[in-house]
């Protein structure tokens, strides 16, 4: 995975988890405005989340966070 989206990811699950706490869950949608308007980079994300982690739709945001930064 791309670093720009290394961080985005990052720096979404951190403010979620400010906000709702830590069994707060998130779908990859959550790292993109509604409008599609990098799908190059959606399907990056998708691909990460779908066919190499083989995450559920919605996961916890400390589990990706944690995913994420050992990828590092």
């Known amino acids: 995975m791309r670093t720009s989206l290394q961080k985005k990811f990052i720096e979404v699950c951190d403010r979620k988890i400010a906000q709702k706490g830590t069994n707060v869950g998130l779908s990859f949608y959550a790292f993109f ?4 308007d990098d799908p190059d980079l959606l399907m990056e994300a998708a691909t990460w ?3 190499t ?12 966070k944690a995913l994420v930064m050992a990828e590092q």
Do not use: G, P, Q, T
């Open 33 to 36: 405005a509604n409008k599609n």
């Open 49 to 51: 989340w779908i066919i």
């Open 53 to 64: 982690h083989k995450l559920d739709h919605f996961e916890k945001s400390v589990k990706i």
